[in-house]
């Protein structure tokens, strides 16, 4: 205020009325400060950052693992106000950040709000930075009806779903994905019949239904015999196979692919199989197999699984001493297969050399693929060592088919496994669980030679002269066993002379047997295959 303003307020104006004036202009001046200091706590700094949140609708699995993150961004975070649809709630601070969990929230939309408020004499005054979040709760899982599909007689031939997923954005089986229609309808094509999958049903929130498929391979009779690679390039063996095929009595071939010995019948290109020298190109496969096709059989490829001195001589030779079962001074385990008979069913590399031939074979064209000694050596688990093993070798083994289900099933073929008769009642004395392994077959064959069994064995006297009776009454226990189970028993019959002379009449008492029990599907065996065709019904 200079001095000429002064002198002229004294001397125009009254002194009531400067002191009015100065009253006012006072007033005015502490608004302008007030505004100025007020506006100054209302500047509101740059909002919050707030993490966790997942884009779109938030459904059922993303609920349960919400935790939304407040950066205090330079604030105390003992400062941040935490509201959820306008209710305070208690965060948890950790470092410069707040979280928090909201738990179940019911399906709608709700309001997340954080706010920096502090204290002080202004503190009513100051409105800190903050964030709010809108979003959108939705665990409704979609609603799922499901056409059964029709037995099909081979993993080669497609299977149709239809149905309706009311909800759902999309439904898949395996890899197989497609959208719904805008009324939840769908139709998916798969590869090969689902047997043990089911559908899932998921919409735009993530939530999932699942539906399990029904399928099943049906698969047809099979009466079938036994055929080595070297019997097949046989001019006088073959022929008269061949012979028994052409006037209807067997239906199916089983060639081996990987016998006994651990030598694979035809060139495999299996890497572990050329390197190993186990390849043999005893017969070509393709020719066999178009061969055989050609005259309406099918053909089941055998692959002598862990019974396998051709590798096992070759993996300890060359290092790979975990590949074979050892003695407990860790020295290849010998038994009366052999000094090295037995590689080493824990072992993922000696796994993955068997699927590897399993699924080669499914890939030439084999309608089926049987494991045989797919199991641990007959003898004191207390001789033997499994480098690797962690779990129970029964187990192990079950798992070891579980592995190989889809591969092999993927490829077009089914897939079985031999084991022995006393598996039923002594599963562990050769590691064959059989409602364990019932899981990952499409069927389990028990060998029920009659020679094999013990006298008295489910009281039947003797056995070898009784065929009817002991494969009738072994068969039951099968049968119980894989009932519930996607799993067929087919057994594997006597068709050779061990103590008792064997013809006609009793492989056709055992075909009988079968039959009763509800088994029409058999293999014969002989290991010379030379079969009696008399005994096989030309139908």
């Not at 149709?160 to 769908?186: C, E, I, M, N, Y």
């Not at 693929?369 to 050596?377: E, H, T």
């Not at 059989?434 to 990952?440: E, H, V």
Request: glycine letters at 8%.
């Amino acid at each position: 205020m200079n001095e000429s303003w002064c002198a002229l307020n004294k001397s125009v104006l009254p002194t009531g009325r400067r002191r009015l004036l100065a009253i006012a202009f006072i007033a005015v001046l502490s608004i302008l400060v007030a505004s100025v200091t007020i506006g100054a706590f209302r500047a509101e700094p740059e909002g919050l950052t707030m993490t966790g949140l997942p884009e779109g609708v938030v459904g059922a699995s993303a609920m349960a693992a919400l935790e939304l993150r407040v950066d205090a961004r330079g604030h105390d975070p003992n400062d941040m106000r935490l509201e959820l649809d306008g209710e305070p709630v208690t965060g948890a601070v950790a470092g410069n950040a707040v979280s928090y969990r909201p738990g179940n929230l019911a399906d709608g939309t709700h309001r997340f709000t954080a706010e920096i408020r502090s204290g002080g004499l202004l503190g009513f005054l100051k409105a800190g930075p903050g964030v709010t979040k809108i979003f959108t709760v939705d665990t409704e899982p979609p609603t799922v009806e499901l056409s059964q599909p029709a037995s099909v007689p081979s993993y080669r031939q497609s299977v149709v779903l239809r149905g309706k997923a009311t909800g759902a954005d999309h439904v898949s089986v395996g890899t197989q994905s497609v959208p719904t229609a805008a009324d939840g309808s769908f139709e998916i094509t798969v590869p090969r019949a689902p047997v043990d999958a089911e559908m899932i049903a998921v919409d735009a929130a993530g939530n999932t239904a699942a539906k399990a498929i029904n399928a099943a391979v049906d698969l047809p009779r099979i009466k079938a015999v036994h055929v080595t690679a070297y019997a097949w390039m046989h001019e006088g063996l073959r022929a008269g196979v061949l012979d028994m095929a052409r006037e209807g009595r067997i239906n199916t071939v089983q060639l081996d692919i990987k016998d006994e010995d651990g030598i694979v019948g035809y060139d495999s290109q299996v890497p572990l199989a050329r390197a190993s020298g186990a390849a043999a190109g005893i017969y070509d496969a393709r020719a066999a197999l178009q061969q055989l096709h050609d005259m309406n059989l099918s053909v089941v490829g055998r692959i002598v699984a862990f019974r396998d001195p051709t590798m096992a001589e070759w993996a300890w030779r060359e290092g790979h001493r975990d590949w074979v079962i050892q003695n407990p001074s860790g020295e290849p385990y010998s038994s009366h297969y052999g000094a090295i008979a037995f590689t080493n069913f824990a072992d993922p590399e000696i796994r993955k050399y068997n699927i590897d031939l399993a699924v080669e074979a499914a890939e030439l064209g084999f309608d089926g693929i049987m494991y045989d000694y797919v199991r641990r050596p007959d003898g004191s688990l207390s001789q033997m060592q499994f480098p690797g093993l962690t779990d129970t070798p029964s187990v192990s083994i079950a798992q070891f088919l579980r592995e190989s289900r889809d591969p092999v099933r993927d490829k077009g073929a089914h897939l079985g496994a031999a084991v022995f008769g006393i598996a039923s009642t002594r599963p562990d004395a050769i590691a064959q669980d059989i409602p364990m392994i019932a899981q990952y077959v499409d069927y389990v064959a028990p060998m029920l030679y009659p020679s094999h069994w013990n006298p008295g064995e489910y009281d039947v006297a003797n056995p070898n002269s009784q065929p009817y009776d002991i494969v009738f009454r072994s068969l039951a226990d099968f049968n119980i066993l894989t009932a519930g189970t996607h799993a067929d028993v087919i057994p594997w019959l006597q068709d050779f002379s061990l103590g008792v002379n064997y013809g006609d009449a009793e492989v056709r008492a055992q075909i009988d047997a079968a039959a009763a029990a509800g088994d029409t599907s058999f293999f014969l065996w002989n290991a010379a295959t030379r079969y009696h065709s008399g005994a096989l019904s030309p139908n």
